[in-house]
């Protein structure tokens, strides 16, 4: 059974609940093992192959709104493009450092992204800047998507405090269209938007670094097959190893 706990650790690279749900044993059993076997955290590691990296601040303040649409936290992560024929994940961190790679300007896909506070249902876009406009046409949407999907009241939106948000009209007129009330965080606390917060970093560990992309094309087409499996079949450990879908009435 160690034995088993550590391959997949090693392969899937996922959390201690993942594991022990796949392998039929308790969590904890799971932490055990691997702290028996001295591997490093996930939150050490880098995404795409595993290899120690970094530490990253946690906050023990949690919390959970009591209902769907009472809170969605929204946010925006810009990640680099990837140039056709795969970028330096693909070939090595010399291609980062060739002259033709620092002469290219590939630029950068900005993943705007709402989740819901209750139910941790996501949904996010691809779009190509962090404008006020293109903020709130993407909210407009994805309220429109929520709908959809059980969540007809949107009560508050919380952002941080980037201009796109903060003086943004088309941001402001969008949320007084939906009756909701838009919530600022205290400058220098993303902790405060935490929920998104985690959700970009499974975005990326997921989605964006899960692979190696040969084009910046084929990236952004998983992006909706890996949602799909995000709200509907994903277990989430902050709601009992269920999907976020589970937490919401059938429509």
């Known amino acids: 059974m160690e034995s088993a706990v550590v391959a997949l650790r090693i392969s899937a690279r ?67 493009r990837i140039p056709d024929g795969g970028g330096w994940k693909a070939h090595g961190p010399q291609m980062g450092r060739s002259s033709l ?9 900005y993943v705007h992204s709402a989740i819901d506070d209750h139910s941790r249902l996501a949904y996010s876009e ?17 309220a429109n998507y929520f709908c959809t999907c059980g969540i007809t009241t949107i009560e508050r939106v919380i952002t941080d405090n980037h201009f796109s948000y903060r003086r943004s009209n088309d941001v ?18 993303p902790w405060q938007n935490g929920k998104v917060e985690r959700y970009n970093r499974t975005l990326q560990t997921e989605w964006a670094y899960r692979q190696v992309f040969i084009t910046n094309d084929a990236r952004c087409e998983a992006l909706a097959p890996w949602l799909q499996h995000y709200n509907n079949q994903r277990r989430h450990s902050a709601i009992g190893g269920q999907p976020p879908i589970s937490r919401l009435s059938p429509t």
């Open 14 to 80: 996922r959390g201690q609940q993942w594991i022990a749900d796949e392998l039929g044993v308790p969590a904890r059993t799971v932490s055990g093992i691997l702290r028996r076997h001295q591997l490093p955290y996930l939150r050490d590691c880098d995404p795409l192959t595993g290899a120690v990296i970094r530490a990253s601040k946690t906050t023990a303040v949690r919390y959970e709104r009591s209902r769907p649409g009472e809170l969605i936290h929204m946010d925006v992560k810009k990640i680099g």
């Open 101 to 109: 790679a620092r002469k290219a300007r590939i630029g950068y896909d």
């Open 126 to 142: 691809i779009l190509s800047d962090e404008k006020g406009a293109t903020c709130a046409a993407f909210l407009a949407r994805a």
């Open 172 to 189: 402001a007129v969008v949320i007084a269209d939906l009756g909701a009330k838009h919530v600022f965080i205290k400058p220098h606390c």
